[in-house]
């Protein structure tokens, strides 16, 4: 069992930045694949970028180079940074993990999953 803490969402105003964070509590960070997903109302789960083991990185294409996934060892956490954030961004967002694997964009590739952390951005 892997738990998946999940923090810093928030609302913020188009353009804006905000970084969320995932900590596997109790696990080693750099032991899993970790990546995030997200939920708006009404739509399927997406996949938004994620960090393999190795420490290689992968982001869905309405993201790319607004969004970054990194890791810090020695805190043990995941970060999601995003930036330049828009309306469409709205959504809940949920990390994921799972061990020692390649990154992967479909949602039931993860085996264990954090409860989520809301994210709005007003225009």
């Known amino acids: 069992q892997v738990q998946l803490v999940e923090s810093g969402g928030g609302s913020v105003q188009t353009g804006g930045s905000l970084t969320l964070n995932c900590v596997p509590s109790g696990r080693t960070a750099s032991d899993y694949t970790i990546c995030w997903f997200r939920q708006a109302p009404g739509k399927d789960r997406e996949f938004v970028g994620g960090?393999?083991?190795?420490?290689?990185?992968s982001y869905a294409d309405s993201v790319k180079g607004r969004f970054t996934v990194s890791r810090d060892n020695a805190k043990n956490t995941i970060y999601l940074q995003m930036t330049i954030l828009k309306p469409e961004d709205t959504a809940i967002y949920y990390c994921?993990?799972?061990?020692?694997?390649?990154?992967?964009?479909?949602?039931?590739?993860?085996?264990?999953w954090g409860q989520g952390t809301q994210v709005t951005v007003s225009s």
């Open positions: 960090i393999s083991w190795r420490g290689t990185t």
């Open positions: 994921a993990s799972r061990r020692f694997a390649r990154v992967a964009t479909t949602s039931s590739s993860y085996d264990y």
